[in-house]
């Protein structure tokens, strides 16, 4: 009976509803990697870059963003990881 | 066989440059950072189109034990061998602790491009001067004694609390009584 539930409410999380690339629609959201703020949006609170099956980035984006974090991380402006 | 040699004028590249000095750099200091900038772009041929101060911020990390760091970023055209000049110019400046070029156009065409010249002043560095406690985590935690306010340290000395009399203290309960 437990499991049968669990089995269902697992079903109902799984079947969230999958949000677009947030670069592809909208034109005027740009990556640059000297917008730390708007960069931290796709990093973990450790520093590490969210993977696109979360985050919902499409493939190309995802690769624009891993190179903007990674120019950030290099000078400075974002933490390479973070203990806080 | 001839081999005809068409002598073309070297690929103009943008490129962007961020560098980074120490917090506590004196304005003369980057006064002559800025104008070496400009004289090797002029030297190797390039030319200045944007120069910004992002002014001191807080690293993300430490870098050459600093904590904090003047950016100042600035965008140019010019061919390949100019990145590689001034990069090795800003590695021999003691005051610059990290730089980073990154290349935003593969080609431009600098008849096409406008360039406003108060845009590619280096600005007069006037920064207030840098106080870092690095001592502010331990303070807060209280593991160290917390920092004396500088008026009232200057103020009191221990001798003058030890010979307080009652006379000295105002009557805080009448005196509210009182004013209220």
Known sequence: MDRDMDRDNAGAFRRARRRGCPFCGDEVVTIDYKDPQALRYFVTERGKIVPRRISGVCAKHQRELTNAIKRARNIALMPFTSNE | ????????????????????????????????????????????????????????????????????????????????????????????????????????????????????????????????????????????LGFIEPQKHARNADAYTDDDIENISDDDIPDLNNAKDGES
């Open chain 2, 1 to 140: 066989m001839a081999v005809f040699q068409i002598a073309l004028p070297p690929r103009q590249r943008e490129y962007e440059t961020i560098y980074l000095m120490r917090p506590d750099v004196t304005k003369e200091s980057a006064g002559k950072i800025a104008n070496r900038i400009d004289d090797v772009v002029k030297r190797e041929g390039g030319k200045l189109t944007l120069v910004e101060t992002w002014g001191r911020r807080q690293l993300s990390y430490t870098v050459r034990r600093c904590k904090r760091a003047v950016y100042v970023y600035f965008k140019y055209v010019g061919g390949s061998g100019l990145v590689a000049e001034l990069e090795r110019n800003l590695r021999m400046l003691d005051d610059i602790i990290k730089f980073q070029t990154v290349m935003i156009n593969p080609e431009i065409d600098l008849t096409e491009y406008k360039v406003d010249p108060n845009a590619v002043q280096f600005e007069e560095l006037d920064l207030p001067e840098d106080v870092e406690d690095d001592k502010a985590l331990e303070r807060a």
